[in-house]
């Protein structure tokens, strides 16, 4: 792979957006990217906050809306138009219709373009105001499927630590079974010659034993385009699995694989990454952070470890040579656990420990240096109300909500989350046992979004939504 002739593009793509950012100084423009494995809350989170920006009755925690001083928010033209839009109305009308349902899992890439027309404060701000009117600060926005983000680890991977590791993760305990198959296929191709026929079967067995590994709750799943194709299907690109032994000759199995496995990276990968990831001020990565504890410990530590390698390639920062790919500096990341309204607010703090305690090691060594970087609970899209129940003698803390399934309301008492997140830390680092952190009733709990529809002036209802939206960008409507 030709490293050097990739830098120059990578490093062309750079000026070029540089140029374009400079050209309008008075509105600026700020890239938000949002990030979170599949089922992590990124569609629901972008439509409740674009939905909430438009109307913002509810947003008095973003400071500039609590100062009166936002004078409008609109829809405007995105900077790409290669990139489809987001259905931002389509999404918005499932949500808050009169049937309310949640969003498909998103199939493809999407950008919408929010600009906010604010009043400026500070020193300049009259000399400032009498240049250029009042301040505009345009938002893009990027949603994508959440599997594509367990593929950024790959561009730091060989096709040998990569097959290595595969097939090591399809050994692991709680995998073993759903492999089975596939690593039945994997003893039968050892030391075979290239095959076409014989390859696409081991995609077959291996994309299989990807989307149960999913189905089954776990998070470290690539790649991930064998269960989110876009617009790849069918592509030979996509046609490889690892091996037990990964290196052969030039007619080889082993020569097929490794040869379809770096062109992926090149073709796929890469490209997707620097367009959408090198252009990125500030980040929030979204966690499912409940449900990984409902399924349990080792659920737990396999989401660690995806937003370990994730992270880890984050930290690569300029001086590598992925720093085209992260471009410019993100200077502030927020690490949101996503779907806080499945739990009483008295547990919302230690649900943004456990989530801090998560990701600290990765962080620790991460190179965000100048960086701001947070973690809170939040829920975009607020399905429940509290509700305190008294019990053999016993107050409980609980939420009520419609179950998806009945249509029922149902009170769901979720339990108490561990105050201290080294227990659930430790027990992830370790991976065993299955003990559940939650409540029983925990299980039970998908709740529809609400029916309370759309009332004029506000968006749908959230938890520290505005506050999420004062992290992200508050700092920039001054
Ligand atoms: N109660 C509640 N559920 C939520 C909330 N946000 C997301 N969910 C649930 O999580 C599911 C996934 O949300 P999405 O926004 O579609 O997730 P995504 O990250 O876009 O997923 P992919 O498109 O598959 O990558 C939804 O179908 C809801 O069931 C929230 O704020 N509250
Ligand atoms: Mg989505």
């Known amino acids: 792979m030709n490293i050097l002739a990739d830098f120059a593009d990578d490093a062309l793509r750079l000026f070029e957006d540089a140029t374009q950012r400079a050209g309008s100084v008075f509105e600026p423009s700020l890239r938000i990217g949002v990030a979170g494995l599949n089922r992590s809350g990124k569609t629901v989170f972008i ?68 600009s906010i027309r604010y009043q400026r404060t500070g020193l300049l701000s009259g000399l400032t105001e009498s240049i250029a009117g009042p301040g505009t600060l345009h938002l893009d926005i990027v949603d994508y499927p959440g599997e594509w983000l367990m593929d950024l680890p790959l561009l730091n991977k060989s096709w040998e630590d990569w097959s290595r590791e595969s097939i090591a993760a399809c050994r692991l305990p709680e995998r073993a079974a759903l492999a089975a198959p596939f690593l039945a296929w994997a003893e039968r191709a050892e030391g075979k010659p290239a095959d076409p026929v014989l390859a696409k079967e081991g995609w077959t067995l291996f994309a299989a034993y990807l989307g149960a590994a999913r189905k089954a709750g776990l998070s470290a799943i690539s790649p991930g385009r064998f269960l989110m194709p876009g617009d790849l299907e069918g592509s030979p690109a996509l046609t490889f699995a690892p091996l037990l032994t990964p290196q052969g000759d030039k007619d080889s199995l082993a020569r097929l694989m490794r040869d379809r496995y770096d062109s992926y990276r090149k073709v796929v990968v890469r490209p997707f990454f620097r367009d959408h990831f090198s252009k990125i001020d500030r980040q929030i990565v979204l966690v499912d952070m409940l449900s990984a504890m409902n399924a349990g410990p080792r659920a737990v530590a396999d989401l660690r470890k995806a937003m370990t390698d994730i992270l880890d390639c984050f930290r690569h920062g300029e001086k590598s040579w992925l720093g085209p790919i992260f471009g410019r500096r993100i200077d502030r990341l927020l690490f949101a656990a996503t779907k806080a309204d499945h739990i009483h607010h008295s547990q919302h703090d230690a649900l ?46 609980c939420v009520r909500g419609r179950n998806i ?47 309370s529809g759309i009332t004029p002036g506000f968006g749908p209802p959230h938890l520290r939504l505005d506050l999420a939206a004062e992290f992200l960008f508050g700092d920039r409507l001054v």
């Open 405 to 451: 399934d009945s249509g029922e309301e149902v009170v769901v008492y979720p339990g108490t989350l561990p105050p201290d997140p080294a227990t659930i830390v430790e027990a992830a680092r370790r991976g065993v046992g299955e003990e559940g952190w939650l409540a029983e009733d925990y299980d039970f709990m998908r709740f529809a979004p609400p029916m």
């Open 352 to 397: 943004q420990s456990i989530t801090e305690a998560l990701v600290r090691e990765s962080l620790e060594k991460a190179a965000y240096k100048g960086a701001r970087v947070e973690a809170m609970a939040l829920a975009s899209l607020r399905a429940t109300v509290e509700q305190r129940i008294q019990q053999k003698g016993k107050t409980l803390d």
């Open 47 to 114: 439509t409740s906050l674009i939905a909430n920006l438009l109307a913002r009755g509810r947003m008095t925690r973003l400071t500039a809306e609590g100062q009166g001083r936002i004078e409008a928010a609109m829809l405007r033209p995105q900077p790409d138009p290669e990139i489809p839009r987001f259905e931002y109305e389509d999404h918005i009308a499932a949500l808050t219709g009169p049937n309310p349902a949640w969003p498909q899992s998103t199939r493809r890439i999407s950008e919408l373009r929010l």
